[in-house]
């Protein structure tokens, strides 16, 4: 199937391997992806709009060729890794129990963003802001507090230590 320039509403997708494969001009609201692997997909001018990705592999994507209008989109134990996600506009979005290794965050909206459960190992925050979100239970994150906006974002102990990693310090 062509996935070019297409229309998808409220649809389902299981258990398709998607690897490679070009969403160039498409549209998918209120659409489900469960059990996908999205390696390498192509987003270019998709517009993505309340979709939630299951139990998905995507690696090497880069959300921020999207269409950035009304853009939402919602993950749940997926495993994320060098994907982009900058100069995206990504408030409330929801990351639960996922791997988010390697990812770019530059220039993203993420106000009220809740990592819960997320390993976010090597993934890079540059300008982000982070009003709100929530960090609570995530791990191994690393986040520059001079680079980015953190109003009232939620850390826990003692994970909030990665706050500390651009001063070059040891901590006993």
Do not use: W
């Amino acid at each position: 199937m062509d996935y070019k320039n297409q229309e998808f509403d409220s649809k389902t997708f299981q258990n398709i391997n998607f690897s490679e494969i070009s969403f160039k001009n498409s549209r998918f609201i209120d659409c489900i992806f469960e059990n996908c692997n999205l390696s390498n997909v192509h987003f270019d001018n998709v517009r993505i709009q309340n979709v939630v990705f299951k139990n998905c592999k995507i690696l090497g994507v880069n959300f921020s060729k999207c269409n950035k209008f009304l853009i939402s989109f919602n993950f749940n134990e997926s495993n994320i890794s060098m994907s982009v996600f900058s100069d995206l506009d990504l408030k409330d979005i929801k990351f639960n129990n996922c791997q988010i290794i390697d990812c770019d965050f530059f220039n993203t909206n993420l106000i009220h963003a809740r990592f819960n459960d997320s390993d976010l190992k090597e993934s890079r925050f540059q300008n982000a802001n982070l009003s709100f979100a929530s960090f609570e239970t995530a791990k191994n994150y690393s986040i520059d507090p001079n680079q980015n906006i953190l109003k009232k974002t939620k850390f826990s102990i003692p994970e909030v230590i990665g706050l500390l990693d651009v001063l070059d310090i040891k901590i006993k």
